[in-house]
């Protein structure tokens, strides 16, 4: 069933100017959940047009560290300012920054549409931006559904739509193509790199980096909460045979999870 959810492509959006000057800037950000040290005093910026990566292992801090630059979590010490301010001083915050952090972040009860026309209405958008939004991710024919029954794909579909509603000039995405069929991850990929063309900061934490490696221009690094490097993608390919095994030996030393052998 592809074709009834296939993914248009990306589409120049029209509800308000991008601010290239957008930036996120992260500083000695750190965060403990009692013994642990889930991101050790990381620095980094994150700049406006081009797809920026965000690697590390599992266990690395990628996750919390997002959610400390969307004020979801707060810092022990160090900052998060995006365009200068803090997500929290933000006047209508889905203009500013969209962001997927979890696929299934909305009432099962409600449709794809009532969702998003609830998102839009919170922020001062345009009820018509809602049309606009189903149909850059495919989800118009699936609009009226409960979003409780979309499948995983479906609902990364509904978040990205939801990110996409108040025409930010920066978006973050946690793991995006979890759940999508190959034509839906060539969509994202597609999409992503259109946004960041268009001069927007486009911040993507993936573990494959198979996928990154078409995908982003830049990437950040981190492993046990700390920066490993900073780069680009050709930058760090060409320490090794592959991004993937350029990827594994900077993080080897801080990998939480490691396989010890061959299974027997």
């Known amino acids: 069933m592809v074709s009834a959810f ?7 959006s029209v509800v308000c100017m991008i601010d290239v000057t957008q930036m996120i800037e992260v500083r000695g ?4 959940y009692g013994r642990v040290l889930a991101v050790d005093a990381l620095s980094f910026d994150v ?17 919390t560290t997002m959610r400390m630059i969307l004020g979801l979590d707060t810092p022990d010490r160090g900052s998060v300012r995006i365009g200068g301010r803090g997500y929290r001083e933000l006047g209508w915050p889905l203009r500013e920054v969209g962001a ?8 099962p009860g409600r449709s794809a549409r009532a969702h998003l026309t609830a998102l839009a209405a919170s922020n001062g958008i345009p009820a018509s931006r809602v049309e606009e939004v189903l149909g850059m991710t495919g989800l118009r024919g699936a ?3 409960r979003a409780g029954a979309f499948s995983l794909g479906m609902a990364q579909r509904l978040g990205i739509a939801a990110a996409l509603l108040g025409d930010p000039g920066v978006l973050l995405f946690d793991e995006p193509v979890n759940g999508l069929d190959p034509e839906g991850v ?3 990929r597609d999409l992503m790199k259109s946004l960041a063309a268009e001069g ?12 990154m ?9 981190i492993g046990a909460g700390r920066l490993l490097a900073d780069t680009t993608v050709a930058e760090l390919s060409a320490r090794s045979a592959s991004l993937e095994d350029a990827f594994l030996e900077l993080t080897a030393s801080t990998a939480e999870y490691r396989a010890t052998g061959s299974p027997s």
């Open 100 to 107: 997927l952090l979890e696929a299934r972040a909305f009432h």
């Open 6 to 12: 296939r993914g248009q492509s990306p589409v120049r």
């Open 213 to 221: 490696a078409l995908t982003a221009s830049r990437l950040i690094v």
């Open 186 to 188: 060539r969509w994202i």
């Open 47 to 63: 700049m406006p047009g081009v797809v920026t990566g965000f690697l590390g292992p599992n266990g690395s801090g990628k996750s």
């Open 200 to 211: 927007r900061v486009v911040f993507v934490s993936s573990h494959l980096i198979s996928e």
């Open 29 to 32: 950000l750190t965060k403990r």
């Open 143 to 145: 609009a009226g559904r």
